[in-house]
């Protein structure tokens, strides 16, 4: 699969950018053998694909886990309690921002924004079966909601979704 995004993109002037994020969408993060191969492909040198890729905040070096939580602190989440959000799930699952649980099942990533400030605060679950979002958190409503994902059902009935 991976030749396939090289031969879509390798002849392409600046199609740097587009192979890793193909490369990304693939396999979840950017495996060094997947850099390599980029570079022997496209004649870039790794130094310069490791450049592009740290300068980008999209692009991970490390998988992510089953359910990537986006946990928003723009600044209306951020005035409505999105901290104490922040503090509640990361206790809950021990892992910190940009961490992932040890049994591979949450990534926590905090972001600047998500673009639905009339809900703050915000989450938004991302997997491979898509995206939801939940606003209007409370600390009790991210718990639910993580014990729904934890048992394999999504969140719980009745939480506030966009």
């Known amino acids: 699969m991976l030749e396939s995004i090289l031969e879509q993109y390798a002849n392409e002037p600046g199609g740097l950018i587009g192979i890793l994020q193909k490369t990304q969408?693939?396999?979840?993060?950017?495996?060094?053998?997947?850099?390599?191969?980029?570079s022997e492909r496209t004649d870039i040198p790794e130094a310069k694909i490791y450049g592009v890729a740290t300068f980008y905040t999209q692009f991970r070096f490390e998988p992510i886990g089953k359910y990537n939580l986006l946990l928003c602190?723009?600044?209306a989440c951020h005035v409505n309690g999105a901290s104490e959000i922040v503090e509640t799930v990361s206790e809950r699952l021990g892992i910190a921002d940009g961490e992932t649980t040890e049994d591979g099942l949450f990534t926590l990533s905090v972001v600047a924004?998500?673009?639905?400030c009339s809900l703050a605060p915000v989450m938004m679950v991302r997997s491979s079966e898509g995206e939801e979002v939940y606003g209007s958190l409370t600390r009790d409503a991210a718990l639910k909601?993580?014990?729904?994902?934890?048992?394999g059902e999504g969140a719980a009935d009745g939480e506030v979704m966009a």
């Open 145 to 151: 909601i993580l014990d729904g994902y934890k048992a």
């Open 25 to 38: 969408e693939l396999y979840g993060y950017l495996p060094e053998d997947a850099i390599k191969t980029i």
């Open 113 to 116: 924004c998500l673009g639905c």
């Open 73 to 75: 602190m723009g600044t």
